[in-house]
Nanobody, 126 residues
Framework: QVQLVESGGGSVQAGGSLRLSCAASGLTYSSYAMGWFRQAPGKEREGVAAIPTAGGSTYYSDSVKGRFTISQDNAKNTLYLQMNSLKPEDTAMYYC???????????????????WGQGTQVTVSS
């Protein structure tokens, strides 16, 4: 049974930092690509960043490029999202997701991801 468990969310002031983690189990980690998504109240879920677990280019949404960094520890089957210079508009529930149907050109396509975590809340105050 595939499980993705996020942690590391919380409340922070604008300009602060948080590091999210996603522990994956029940899958062959290196056979997937992993992504971070977020969803704010009343808005659609959107892609934040993605990384193919076997190595390769990382991808970011324009809104977080230069501030967020996606990384992974394959030995621990764990995905990370380092978030710096946080802004109030970054406030959302953050989800990690896994896909065995990865296509770099559609890395942010929610429908391509097969497994999802429960999410961790990030709140940024001004």
């Amino acid at each position: 049974q595939v499980q993705l468990v996020e942690s590391g969310g919380g409340s922070v002031q604008a300009g602060g930092s948080l590091r999210l983690s996603c522990a994956a189990s029940g899958l062959t980690y290196s056979s997937y690509a992993m992504g971070w998504f977020r969803q704010a109240p009343g808005k659609e879920r959107e892609g934040v960043a993605a990384i193919p677990t076997a190595g390769g280019s990382t991808y970011y949404s324009d809104s977080v490029k230069g501030r967020f960094t996606i990384s992974q520890d394959n030995a621990k089957n764990t995905l990370y999202l380092q978030m710096n210079s946080l802004k109030p508009e970054d406030t959302a529930m953050y989800y990690c997701a896994a896909t065995f149907n990865y296509c770099s050109g559609s890395w942010a396509n929610v429908g391509r991801y097969n497994y999802w975590g429960q999410g961790t809340q990030v709140t940024v105050s001004s």
